[in-house]
C-alpha cells in the first residue's frame, strides 16, 4: 500500500462528485432563469428604481449556480458528465445572451 493511494482515492472520489455536481448546478441556473423570466420578464432594469428582493435573490441564485457549473465542470473535466454540463452551460448561457 503506497502512500498515495489515499490521495489518488479522494482525488478520483473529488471529481467523481464535481462531474455531477456540474450537471446539477446546469439545472439549478435553469430553474433560477425561468423564474426570473416568468415572475419580472425579459425587459432590462431601469436604475433609478429599486429591485424587488425576490429579483436580487433568483439574480444571485442564477450567477452562483453559473459559475459553480463552470468551476466544477473544469475540476472533472476528463467525464462525460463534465462534458456535457459544460457544453449545456455555455450553449445555454449563449442563447441567453444573444436573446436579450
Known amino acids: 500500500m503506497s502512500i498515495y493511494y489515499p490521495m489518488r482515492v479522494w482525488f478520483f472520489r473529488t471529481r467523481r462528485v464535481a462531474a455531477w455536481t456540474t450537471l446539477i448546478a446546469f439545472i439549478s441556473m435553469v430553474v433560477a432563469e425561468n423564474t426570473l423570466s416568468s415572475k419580472f420578464g425579459t425587459r432590462s432594469w431601469s436604475d433609478p428604481a429599486a429591485r424587488p428582493t425576490l429579483f436580487e435573490w433568483l439574480l444571485l441564485w442564477r450567477n452562483c449556480s453559473l459559475l459553480f457549473a463552470l468551476v466544477t465542470g473544469l475540476i472533472a473535466l476528463p467525464r462525460w458528465q463534465s462534458w456535457v ?3 449545456l452551460t455555455i450553449g ?3 442563447v441567453l445572451v444573444s436573446s436579450y
Request: net charge neutral; no cysteine.
Open 92 to 94: 445555454y448561457t449563449y
Open 85 to 87: 454540463g459544460l457544453a
